[in-house]
């Protein structure tokens, strides 16, 4: 496979001009490819790859990033693998599939497919079980300690020795009713939804097989408007600023103790 060919297969699941495929005839450990903003080109450590199946899916998430910083007018977000750009880049991976450009791989071993079956019911269904009926009984245990008078906080340092954000978070997902299939950290995401409408429709998507990103990216902040980049670099800048004030507070604070330190320690010498 060449440059050519493998920007024609990107191009195909998603159009955008301007974008260059360059092979670095190297190999490396470090690294498998890397975009280029600058240039608008993705390099790829062609060398790397036992099959082209393996370099598509570098080429794929290159790709992903381009088309992410496309959408800032050609410059990339400081988190270059946030949620937004997630659900950029298995948007493509589901097209590359539907298109046969990529193969899955983790069908391809029987032990594997096993492996994960196991993990979804004895371990990520079980624990979201576990979590929901965790959030059952701290209900109850919080009316019981109503009712002897008792502080339920203090129940939860001294007695079960839980944090209280646990506590608080198994307990709204109780109330919730979300559906434990999903598993604890999908149960974390969804409890995040005041609305109950979208919640409801995320758990749905979830359970389909949608990742938190995607769902987020087409279900919460779908209609929100993207930043233009003068409108991304102010925010950038007062970002910057806030941190770079809250370092010179704290850097006049550690010189403040060593100086402190230094003069309690000379007159204990003296």
Do not use: W
């Not at 190999?27 to 199946?53: H, M, P, Q, R, W």
């Not at 005041?194 to 749905?204: G, S």
């Amino acid at each position: 496979m060449d440059t050519e060919q493998v920007k024609r297969l990107l191009l195909s699941l998603e159009y955008s001009p301007n974008i260059q495929i360059k092979f670095s005839g190297k190999k490396t450990k470090k690294i498998n490819g890397f975009y280029d903003t600058n240039t608008a080109t993705i390099v790829l450590n062609e060398l790397n790859f036992k099959s082209d199946n393996l370099l598509m899916y570098t080429a794929i998430h290159e790709y992903a990033h381009h088309l992410h910083a496309v959408q800032y007018e050609g410059t990339l977000p400081r988190h270059h693998h946030s949620m937004e750009f997630m659900a950029i880049f298995y948007r493509l991976l589901e097209k590359a599939e539907e298109a046969h450009i990529y193969h899955n791989v983790f069908d391809d071993s029987y032990e594997l497919v096993l492996l994960t079956k196991h993990i979804h019911t004895r371990c990520i269904i079980e624990s979201g079980l576990l979590f929901k009926e965790l959030g059952s009984n701290l209900n109850d245990a919080f009316n019981l300690c109503i009712k002897i008078g008792g502080r339920f906080e203090d129940y939860l340092d001294r007695v079960l020795r839980i944090p209280r954000t646990t506590a608080t978070l198994a307990m709204q997902v109780y109330s919730l009713d979300i559906n434990p299939d999903v598993g604890l950290d999908n149960m974390r995401f969804l409890s995040k939804i005041e609305n109950a409408y979208e919640r409801k429709k995320a758990e749905q998507l979830i359970l389909d097989g949608a990742i938190p990103a995607t769902v987020r990216m087409e279900l919460l902040d779908a209609g929100q408007p993207k930043l233009s980049k003068h409108e991304f670099l102010e925010q950038e800048k007062i970002r910057l600023n806030h941190t770079m004030q809250n370092l010179s507070k704290r850097l006049l604070e550690i010189e403040q103790e060593l100086k402190t330190y230094e003069n309690s320690t000379e007159k204990t010498n003296l």
